[in-house]
């Protein structure tokens, strides 16, 4: 029987943190240690490193997702262990994972297989305490608020126009609609309340979005909580508890320091949600990473329509980051199902199945290449069940296209099973660094970079890639002074293939608020299902033409967006019948079992 | 302006942590290093020293706590500062704080002045995450149970019987009584529930009385969450949770090493509540440190009705501990306003005032010495404004019981200001081993501590203390095989001072379901305000003959204990008007400020 991911990773021994944060050029007093194989980077460093150019940033995005599972977070890791392999001096940038799928239904969320970041218990089960950081600051705002509502409300904040939650990092569904304030006047005062989970907290999207300590303490202060009965918003600063909330996340803020199984730093720091918010790690863990190696190989969430595009128009946009190279995963399996295959028969060839799904794919690639301006190369995350026929089919199609293609084999294989895709990795990179200075060109322009990959004839020669034209680099999708409307209706027909979109009366009165209250001009965090290019989870493919409907758009003002949600977003997951949490367990030595 | 606690805190250069550990003879690999200032002991050391010998166990207890303030805190830092300036090889235990009352009224809980425990900031904020650890290991036998509920509800539990609530480290009154389960089918079993203060948690009083990892999940199995509709208890092992419980508490369960100002190193592990729960730090935390060092100084909470009770008939029973010296902490304050003085008025000598109030310490004395078995010292926590007269008296009246006393001024000057006091703890501990041996002697024999300690020549005199007869060592108050009616009118009528129990129906009714299901022979943990001996908080000084009113009796089937609830015990604080959260804040190099 095949190993489960934590009996690979817990037969793997690991080095300790100072030789790998050395493999960095970080000494030991750069480090803030949790225990022998965790570490956050002291602030100091950045000061140090922050005049460096930057290394080249790989963006690792995917298909549209399918219960198939595409394993883009293991191919992230793979390709940075190959891009180590090659000799290239790598980092990886990846987000922690929530407690709540741990005791849900997924498990882990390290990676997997040959591919993982370790210790995987510790990265899965509280990590460095930044997740219980988030929850503290956001619980404390909720407590404050209802604090003030208590003691005579002197805001004269409307008690039924309180959009702050509270929040748990944990799947209970029980929480998700609840009153509050119960039990006579003691108890506070009664109103309609609920949890989201701690991805979902804005304080999440907020520290991952912060450039360093002091730029989180005054998002933090323009979070909305509320509006008054005067429809004026209510903000953390006006409660005066967003020092405190720094104060609770001045840990929180350092970038996390692990290692991969092979031997690869990572930075695995911040989780926001995908739908509600933009769904990458810290920017701080980047910016940081950027300046410490060569590559940094950082993931995106969903599929290229949702992490890719904020990505581009929320992320990029802030923190000034120029993607040389997006690598697009994708599975044999859930293109299958995107061309009409049922889940039960994924293991059976089916040719024609694959053809019609590898129109989503497409869709993908045009987004990257044409829309976000970044040159793509496909990752195809071999299963075993996918038959050579099928490997050729999509390899063939890709190829056709005039983009690289790799099949890569990182489950089993780790690194080496990502060799080839990251020889065109670097072959790609080094052809943007070769263009016309410009926006995708090295903006340092001090040709650091320009050495020839170890290995890189070997790879296959991408002079035929990009027939048509190669990307010129990062675009944005919209402008941030065009109005609400113009940027959802942007992003919803150029990335989505949308032919409308529709906006429900509440939509329309609150982008009308918004943009009376000068939140009009902040980028839009799509909310939308992840498991569709449109806003109908069921619509698999290529849907185009659809009508994208907007229910309601509300500020996250700390995060610096508005989000324009889609569909019904769920910001509160429960437990499935027979939840993980009922296999996970530890034995008197530590030894803890039943994480996937 | 006198210095805050957090100015001298931040003033201090810390040692190493790798220094204050290599003190109890541990070295670099014993140590998980938490930053450089903080570390929890790797579990393979108590494998190492669980054979050796155990140090003096000396326990810090107080009057009857006022709003005035004792230090009790304070001055088993200072104390422990000072014995280590005597050469004694010393650690002390302290509970960790909860972040409910750092944002609340109360500030800081890790000493005061030139007493702390340091680095302080990380202390009183987050620390090494035991307390959200204890959270999210409280929130996951939560959601199971409601997730239970929602699949179907197959072990038949009354929704109306359910006694296991939810937690949050946050003083957040509006969660006090709530209703869960609403939106509709997906959104759960609408029913009542409300959250707990961490340090309330079940979870927390269990981690500290469990003696290892493996101890802990079984006792985490047994925690009582709700009753079928047939009145059968359920637990948490019947939700099949415990296992994932005790991997959440993987780190928790390890002990936590910082150091004083002084340099002395400090074992400040777990924090449950005085009144619901024992309201000691984790038992794993004091046998460590008694293996380690020769002397360890830790605190029971609120008065010695409270926290040594407790120490005595839950702690020490289930750990095996035997104290061989307690210190009563008294203030000069807080005594004047156990004798009728006025809050606003404590600043003037009030003699008649003080001469009352003193009937309170003499009750805790007595408890102490005759109930509990164990020599006292007294220590008068010194205030700027306490008279020559004041402190004369005080200090007589005690001497005239045969007790021996000291001033301290631990605040202003750190373990230099506990010399006396420590200097008589040494002589009662150095006493109690010259005894036959019994309880109370060296219970290994070995003769090791046999050895004078440093200045001991310059202290006083102790020949002429306890004329009527030496304390005979550790006496239990009760028998666990008692009635449970039995054990609380033991404690209530030798410990506070009770006439007369009197039983609610719903007491009545609790106690013999306790006793049918097999739970009458746990120690009784007393919920009793810690404002006065008897259940009324308005009672200061020394009431005596009252009836104390038992309204439930709950058990605590993980922790060890049935709680018998006197009064309104409040398991979640609200905040005040100006919360502390207000004045908290951080700068953008990281430093904070507002915290006491």
């Known amino acids: 029987m095949a190993p489960t991911d934590i009996e690979i990773a817990q037969a793997h021994t ?65 390709l940075g262990d190959a891009l180590s392999q090659l000799g290239e001096r790598t980092a990886i940038c990846l987000r922690e994972p929530s407690l709540g799928p741990v005791f849900g239904v997924k498990g882990g969320a390290a990676g997997g297989g040959y591919s993982q ?40 904040i409307d008690p039924r126009a309180i959009t702050w939650k509270r929040t ?34 804005e304080v999440m999207a907020t520290l991952c979005l912060a450039s360093d300590l002091e730029d989180l303490r005054e998002r933090l202060g323009r979070i909305v909580v509320a509006y008054t009965t005067a429809g004026k918003p209510v903000r953390a600063a006006d409660l005066k508890v967003h020092g405190a909330m720094a104060a609770l996340l001045r840990d929180a803020v350092k970038p996390n320091l692990v290692q991969t199984l ?40 969903f599929g290229a329509d949702l992490g890719a595009e904020k990505f581009v128009n929320i992320v990029s946009r802030v923190a000034g980051f120029r993607p040389v190279v997006a690598v697009i995963v994708a599975t044999v399996r859930a293109l299958k199902l995107h061309g009409g295959k049922k889940l ?61 293609v790799a099949v890569v084999d990182v489950w089993a294989r780790g690194g080496a099973g990502a060799l080839n895709l990251a020889r065109q990795v670097v072959a790609l990179a080094q052809r943007v660094q070769s263009l016309p200075a410009g926006k995708a060109a090295d903006p340092k322009g001090d040709g650091r970079k320009v050495r020839p990959p170890e290995g890189a004839a070997e790879g296959p020669g991408l002079e035929d890639a990009y027939p048509d034209g190669f990307p010129g680099g990062l675009r944005f999708t919209y402008e941030l002074d065009e109005p609400i409307k113009a940027k959802i209706e942007k992003v919803a027909k150029q990335v989505y293939g949308a032919g409308s979109v529709a906006y429900s009366a509440q939509a329309e009165r609150s982008i009308r608020r918004l943009e009376r209250h000068e939140l009009g001009n902040l980028p839009v965090c799509m909310a939308k299902t992840q498991y569709s290019l449109s806003d109908q989870p069921e619509l698999l493919g290529r849907p185009e033409g659809f009508t994208l409907t907007v ?46």
């Open 117 to 156: 970041v370790v210790p995987m218990e510790d990265i899965n089960l509280h990590f460095t305490g930044d997740f219980h950081a988030v929850s503290a600051a956001h619980n404390l705002l909720a407590a404050a608020l209802d604090n003030h509502l208590h003691h005579g409300n002197a805001l004269g």
């Open 551 to 596: 229910r309601d758009v509300v500020p996250s003002a700390g995060a610096g967006f508005v989000v324009a949600i889609t569909g019904e977003i769920l910001t509160m997951p429960g437990l499935p019948r027979e939840p993980a949490a009922e296999r996970i367990d530890i034995d008197r030595t530590g030894r803890i079992t039943g994480l996937f």
């Open 262 to 301: 092979g031997g690869t730093p990572a930075f695995v720091h911040g989780g926001p949600f995908g739908n509600i918010a933009h769904g990458t790690n810290a920017i701080i863990a980047t910016r940081l990473a950027l300046k410490l190696a060569d590559y940094v190989v950082t993931e995106a969430g």
């Open 14 to 78: 690991l080095r300790p943190i100072a030789e790998i944060g050395a493999k960095l050029g970080l000494g030991p007093d750069d480090l803030e240690p949790y225990g022998k194989y965790k570490a956050k980077i002291a602030p100091h460093v950045w000061e140090r490193v922050r005049g460096a150019p930057d290394g080249h940033l790989i963006l690792v995005t995917a298909i549209t997702p399918t219960p198939a599972g595409e394993g883009k977070t293991t191919v992230t890791i793979g």
């Open 344 to 404: 039960e028969e994924l293991t059976q060839e089916d040719l024609p199945a694959l053809a019609r799904g590898i129109a989503n794919l497409e869709k993908h690639i045009e987004n990257v290449t044409r829309v976000y301006g970044l040159p793509a190369v496909v990752a195809i995350n071999r299963f075993q069940s996918d038959t050579g026929a099928e490997l050729d089919l999509l390899e063939g199609r890709v190829r056709n296209l005039g983009v690289p």
């Open 168 to 201: 748990v990092d944990m799947n209970d569904r029980a929480l998700r609609q609840i009153v509050v304030g119960l039990g006579g006047k003691s108890g506070g005062v009664p109103r309609e309340d609920g949890f989201l989970i701690t991805p979902a907290s």
